[in-house]
């Protein structure tokens, strides 16, 4: 990259970045620019605004088709300088980030009532709540198959509504990691009627919370400053590889832009842009196009929560509304955001082609991806909306032992990628692209119907 441009003329410099000349390196090459230039990318922000803007010109000079970038308001959510501190037994400031889409009001100090458990705070009477600050101290198993997050994630998302039904003060919860560093975890939560203070604190300090509230009475301030700071716009971006019979039902592939605030928004979801942009570019730059088109959707707004009618998801429910009809023409979509982890596993829903699993099988023979069919598949969250829409799912899951590491922390930067996991996902998503969008049509007895997306 140096050499190059130091080869370049004398006042010819050029924005983009030479295209890798290795195929494999495509993926690298854009997760390494998209997090260098354009750091976190908040929902709104001007960061997000800026690498949609660059990840179209790059999907356009990439050579494909009907790039656009599909803008739409949002509240933007800040932190702002939300903070925890304990005041009593002792002073000290614990590391904490207050829990998306949350308005934290005015201070609040009182005292603590901890719970080892979620399922111990819900069976709390409301009278040992009522006036206290709840902290809820389980912490998160580090599972292969990200099981136990799925699990907890309930915590996040519903605690604070929870512990504001049963009269609390305020909650604090560990933030739902594996890692063992004094690092809180962002996430959205289910967005409340009224201003309650909510947060995430690092696991070192939540065992000392609880070591603490194990000795006697402890109190806690719950700083503001959460809250929307505003109207914004973010966006969808969208392509299209064209199939060589445009009739022939789609295949969709996606991945979401923006990140929280901390870190730089590697492996959630730079990664799974990276990996499902080489992957339809390698399709790309076959000699022959695929039989059905690929579509191609980067999603904005996944992380956030927003008050009113789009509760979550804003950017898949976005995508529904204006490209209704054509979901129909989409017999199968996928979403890469589980992390930067190798692929494990593939699940594929009935497509009546009983020949597919097997050429999934013989394709992925070398990648050790465990093919099955799963019509039960869900997720990723912005997959579950077209879901929910009528559209068959199929998943690729990531090996994610190390996913809650970093997850939605300040780790999640470049340097904890594992660029081969990387590469294997892009080999990966080629192959199984390839392989949906060349399967044979077959004679579909009725069209499909499309439901309204679900909450
Ligand atoms: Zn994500």
């Given at each position: 990259m140096l050499a190059l441009l130091l080869a370049s003329p004398a006042g010819a410099r050029d924005e983009r970045p030479p295209a890798p000349a290795v195929a494999s390196e495509v993926a690298p090459a854009l997760l390494a620019e998209l997090t260098t230039r354009f750091g976190a990318r908040p929902a709104g922000s001007p960061a997000d605004r800026a690498a949609a803007a660059w990840l179209a010109g790059r999907l356009r000079a990439f050579g494909l088709s009907h790039v656009a970038i599909e803008s739409f308001p949002i509240l933007r959510w800040s932190p702002g300088d939300a903070a925890v501190d304990v005041i009593a037994p002792e002073r000290r400031r614990l590391v904490a980030t207050p829990l998306?889409?949350?308005?934290?009001?005015?201070?609040?100090?009182?005292?603590?009532?901890?719970?080892?458990?979620?399922?111990?705070?819900?069976?709390?009477?409301?009278?040992?709540?009522?006036?206290?600050?709840?902290?809820?101290?389980?912490?998160?198993?580090?599972?292969?198959?990200?099981?136990?997050?799925?699990?907890?994630?309930?915590?996040?998302?519903?605690?604070?509504?929870?512990?504001?039904?049963?009269?609390?003060?305020?909650?604090?919860?560990?933030?739902?990691?594996?890692?063992?560093?004094?690092?809180?975890s962002s996430g959205a939560t289910k967005p409340l009627a009224r201003p309650f203070p909510a947060f995430a604190i690092s696991p070192p300090d939540a065992e000392e919370l609880g070591r603490l509230a194990t000795k006697g009475p402890v109190t806690l301030r719950l700083r503001p400053g959460a809250g929307w700071s505003g109207r914004a716009v973010t966006q969808n971006v969208v392509a299209t590889l064209p199939g060589r019979d445009p009739t022939a039902p789609a295949v969709l592939v996606s991945a979401h832009l923006d990140s929280w605030e901390q870190g730089t928004g590697a492996s959630d979801d730079g990664f799974g842009i990276a990996a499902v942009v080489a992957a339809v570019k390698a399709l790309h730059d076959r000699p022959h196009r695929p039989l059905r088109s690929i579509r191609l959707v980067l999603f904005g707004a996944e992380e956030v929560t927003q008050p009113g009618s789009y509760p979550n998801f804003a950017g898949a429910r976005r995508y529904i509304e204006l490209h209704r009809r054509e979901l129909a023409g989409i017999d199968l979509a996928a979403e890469s955001d589980w992390g930067g982890g190798r692929i494990v596993g593939l699940r594929l829903p009935d497509l009546g082609d009983p020949g597919l699993d097997r050429r999934l099988a013989a394709g992925l023979a070398s990648e050790n991806v465990l093919v099955r069919t799963d019509r039960s598949a869900s997720g990723p969250p912005d997959a579950d909306v077209l879901k929910a829409a009528g559209v068959p799912l199929l998943r690729l899951d990531q090996d994610a032992t190390l996913l809650f590491d970093t997850h939605h922390n300040a780790r999640d930067t470049l340097d904890q990628v594992d660029m081969s996991a990387l590469r294997q996902n892009v080999r990966v998503w080629t192959t199984v692209l390839r392989l949906l969008a060349d399967r044979p049509l077959t004679p579909s007895p009725s069209p499909r119907p499309l439901r309204r997306a679900g909450p």
């Amino acid at each position: 990259m140096l050499a190059l441009l130091l080869a370049s003329p004398a006042g010819a410099r050029d924005e983009r970045p030479p295209a890798p000349a290795v195929a494999s390196e495509v993926a690298p090459a854009l997760l390494a620019e998209l997090t260098t230039r354009f750091g976190a990318r908040p929902a709104g922000s001007p960061a997000d605004r800026a690498a949609a803007a660059w990840l179209a010109g790059r999907l356009r000079a990439f050579g494909l088709s009907h790039v656009a970038i599909e803008s739409f308001p949002i509240l933007r959510w800040s932190p702002g300088d939300a903070a925890v501190d304990v005041i009593a037994p002792e002073r000290r400031r614990l590391v904490a980030t207050p829990l998306g889409g949350l308005v934290s009001g005015p201070t609040v100090t009182a005292r603590v009532v901890a719970y080892d458990t979620y399922a111990a705070f819900l069976a709390a009477p409301a009278d040992s709540v009522r006036g206290r600050i709840v902290a809820v101290l389980e912490a998160l198993p580090g599972t292969a198959d990200g099981a136990g997050y799925l699990r907890l994630v309930v915590m996040r998302s519903e605690g604070p509504a929870a512990a504001a039904r049963k009269g609390a003060a305020g909650f604090v919860l560990r933030s739902l990691a594996t890692h063992h560093e004094r690092l809180a975890s962002s996430g959205a939560t289910k967005p409340l009627a009224r201003p309650f203070p909510a947060f995430a604190i690092s696991p070192p300090d939540a065992e000392e919370l609880g070591r603490l509230a194990t000795k006697g009475p402890v109190t806690l301030r719950l700083r503001p400053g959460a809250g929307w700071s505003g109207r914004a716009v973010t966006q969808n971006v969208v392509a299209t590889l064209p199939g060589r019979d445009p009739t022939a039902p789609a295949v969709l592939v996606s991945a979401h832009l923006d990140s929280w605030e901390q870190g730089t928004g590697a492996s959630d979801d730079g990664f799974g842009i990276a990996a499902v942009v080489a992957a339809v570019k390698a399709l790309h730059d076959r000699p022959h196009r695929p039989l059905r088109s690929i579509r191609l959707v980067l999603f904005g707004a996944e992380e956030v929560t927003q008050p009113g009618s789009y509760p979550n998801f804003a950017g898949a429910r976005r995508y529904i509304e204006l490209h209704r009809r054509e979901l129909a023409g989409i017999d199968l979509a996928a979403e890469s955001d589980w992390g930067g982890g190798r692929i494990v596993g593939l699940r594929l829903p009935d497509l009546g082609d009983p020949g597919l699993d097997r050429r999934l099988a013989a394709g992925l023979a070398s990648e050790n991806v465990l093919v099955r069919t799963d019509r039960s598949a869900s997720g990723p969250p912005d997959a579950d909306v077209l879901k929910a829409a009528g559209v068959p799912l199929l998943r690729l899951d990531q090996d994610a032992t190390l996913l809650f590491d970093t997850h939605h922390n300040a780790r999640d930067t470049l340097d904890q990628v594992d660029m081969s996991a990387l590469r294997q996902n892009v080999r990966v998503w080629t192959t199984v692209l390839r392989l949906l969008a060349d399967r044979p049509l077959t004679p579909s007895p009725s069209p499909r119907p499309l439901r309204r997306a679900g909450p």
